[in-house]
């Protein structure tokens, strides 16, 4: 049987929900018996259990499999918490607002981590009218190239997708944007939490 979820998980979220084996058996209409084995390594739970495990350990089954639980404080739903996943198989942009537990092409994904700008990622922001134009000093080849940028205020967030051989600019609607965001495919997310109407490399 492949091993979905390890004994060392079933336990900790036992003990955080404070329940003995003998509850958590009863919950799931088996014996004490195999709760035990689960925990110590000489049995595994079948797969068809994964969903209600999780239901009673009040966690997703991402999060049982991974066994990571993702607690999620953004209660306020403030945008200005926003977290970027990409998929490393498809390029696949994923939004959210807080922790979360998201799969693609089968692979757990972690949300990215800013980076501090440098010259071979320039940067120049221009107010026309209401909008700002955003333009990004860097190639665009199928091998290195920006994948999207994301303009982000506390009520919403614009994003725009960008593709190798394209252009490396965007426009968003100012509509109280606070934050900028961009993702280099090879040197990952960069942030200006800063918003100027000049280029980066002149401040």
């Known amino acids: 049987m492949n091993q979905y979820v390890t004994g060392a998980v079933i336990k ?5 929900n404070h329940m003995t084996q003998a509850e958590l058996a009863e919950k799931l209409c088996l014996s004490d018996k195999t709760i035990s084995k689960w925990e110590t390594g000489k049995g595994y739970p079948d797969i068809t259990l994964l969903e209600p495990l999780a239901e009673v350990f009040g966690v997703s089954i991402t999060e049982l499999i991974a066994g990571n639980a993702i607690t999620n404080l953004n209660i306020a739903a403030n945008m200005l918490r926003s977290k970027f996943y990409v998929c490393p198989v498809c390029g696949n942009v994923i939004h959210s607002m807080g922790e979360a537990a998201i799969n693609c092409h089968g692979i757990l994904l972690c949300p990215a981590e800013t980076g501090e700008m440098d010259d071979a990622h320039g940067i120049s922001i221009e107010r026309v009218e209401d909008e700002y134009f955003v333009q990004i000093e860097h190639e ?6 920006i994948s999207f940028v994301a303009a982000v205020s506390s009520d919403r967030v614009q994003i725009v997708k960008l593709y190798p051989e394209g252009n490396a600019q965007a426009r968003f609607k100012i509509n109280g944007v606070r934050k900028l965001y961009f993702y280099c495919n090879r040197d990952g997310l960069f942030e ?3 918003i100027k109407s000049q280029s980066s490399k002149d401040k």
């Not at 665009?140 to 190239?145: F, L, R």
């Open 192 to 194: 200006i939490a800063k």
């Open 12 to 16: 900790e979220l036992r003990e955080k």
């Open 140 to 145: 665009m080849t199928k091998q290195h190239y």
